[in-house]
């Protein structure tokens, strides 16, 4: 399996909606072939998002409530329940043709492949996390969840993502049942970093940020290119996509298809 380049760039606090477009246009500029793969890594402004399965019920906290604390509220196309955005949590957006893989990869082992790169970046800190059958996400071995997983994929290109709890304010996941799985905790790496060694820094999201996108490299065994800015990777250079066989222009039906 292999991507030649994975494009990184590191948007530091996005608002939510404008995430949301700037996903739509690099998903439009993947599938026309005018960019390659591009992972967007970021924080945002507190926020809850429901994905297509999300139920309301799940929003324990009054729309008045959420106004009142500048919590705002956006449904989604991603995969999966409700889910909580805010400062200190490193959000990822993979924008990728899944055709572009050899051999092929199909959604699931995409969504595998993106619990791996979380659980190896943990890791790297020594915090040690796993998958827990049944469920999507990154759990601690107290199956504490520490990072958070829905995409969306349209005619094999992907968007949506990841979010993992670096610094998060964990108190902001009380106004939701995240994920609708009510009998599981929420934690961060600063709060399982804090358990082993009170002394202990953290890297800064940055940093973090850094951190995961090698992890990207490694896992979807390709290189990455970390740009500055949204000029330099509208401005560089792609080179010019190959045509996938039939049989891979076929992996994925003209319906969209969603994940939790």
Request: proline letters at 6%; one cysteine or more.
């Given at each position: 399996?292999?991507?030649?380049?994975?494009?990184?760039?590191?948007?530091?606090?996005?608002?939510?909606?404008?995430?949301?477009?700037?996903?739509?246009?690099?998903?439009?500029?993947?599938?026309?072939?005018?960019?390659?793969?591009?992972?967007?890594?970021?924080?945002?402004?507190?926020?809850?998002?429901?994905?297509?399965?999300?139920?309301?019920?799940?929003?324990?906290?009054?729309?008045?409530?959420?106004?009142?604390?500048?919590?705002?509220?956006?449904?989604?196309?991603?995969?999966?329940?409700?889910?909580?955005?805010?400062?200190?949590?490193?959000?990822?957006?993979?924008?990728?043709?899944?055709?572009?893989?050899?051999?092929?990869?199909?959604?699931?082992?995409?969504?595998?492949?993106?619990?791996?790169?979380?659980?190896?970046?943990?890791?790297?800190?020594?915090?040690?996390?796993?998958?827990?059958?049944?469920?999507?996400?990154?759990?601690?071995?107290?199956?504490?969840?520490?990072?958070?997983?829905?995409?969306?994929?349209?005619r094999g290109v992907t968007s949506h993502g990841f979010a993992l709890n670096v610094s998060t304010n964990l108190d902001y996941f009380?106004?939701?049942?995240?994920?609708?799985?009510?009998?599981?905790?929420?934690?961060?790496?600063?709060?399982?970093?804090?358990?082993?060694?009170?002394?202990?820094?953290?890297?800064?999201?940055?940093?973090?940020?850094?951190?995961?996108?090698?992890?990207?490299?490694?896992?979807?065994?390709?290189?990455?290119?970390?740009?500055?800015?949204?000029?330099?990777?509208?401005?560089?250079?792609?080179?010019?996509?190959?045509?996938?066989?039939?049989?891979?222009?076929?992996?994925?039906?003209?319906?969209?298809?969603?994940?939790a």
């Open positions: 399996m292999q991507l030649r380049v994975i494009n990184i760039v590191y948007l530091g606090r996005v608002d939510y909606p404008t995430a949301l477009e700037l996903q739509q246009t690099l998903v439009h500029l993947v599938k026309e072939g005018q960019i390659g793969p591009t992972l967007l890594l970021l924080e945002h402004p507190p926020v809850i998002t429901l994905g297509r399965n999300a139920s309301e019920q799940n929003i324990v906290a009054s729309r008045d409530f959420l106004h009142s604390k500048g919590v705002e509220l956006f449904e989604t196309d991603r995969g999966g329940d409700v889910t909580f955005h805010g400062p200190g949590q490193l959000v990822g957006y993979p924008i990728f043709d899944l055709r572009g893989f050899t051999p092929r990869i199909g959604a699931v082992e995409f969504v595998r492949k993106m619990e791996e790169v979380l659980i190896r970046s943990c890791g790297d800190l020594g915090v040690v996390t796993q998958r827990v059958a049944g469920l999507t996400g990154v759990w601690t071995e107290e199956q504490a969840k520490i990072a958070a997983i829905g995409v969306h994929i349209s009380k106004l939701i049942i995240p994920c609708g799985i009510a009998n599981k905790p929420v934690t961060s790496l600063v709060h399982e970093l804090s358990m082993l060694d009170p002394m202990r820094k953290l890297p800064a999201l940055e940093e973090m940020a850094e951190m995961v996108s090698r992890n990207f490299g490694r896992v979807f065994e390709s290189q990455t290119l970390w740009l500055e800015s949204l000029d330099a990777l509208f401005s560089s250079p792609q080179d010019t996509p190959a045509h996938p066989p039939a049989e891979l222009r076929q992996m994925v039906a003209e319906e969209d298809i969603y994940l």
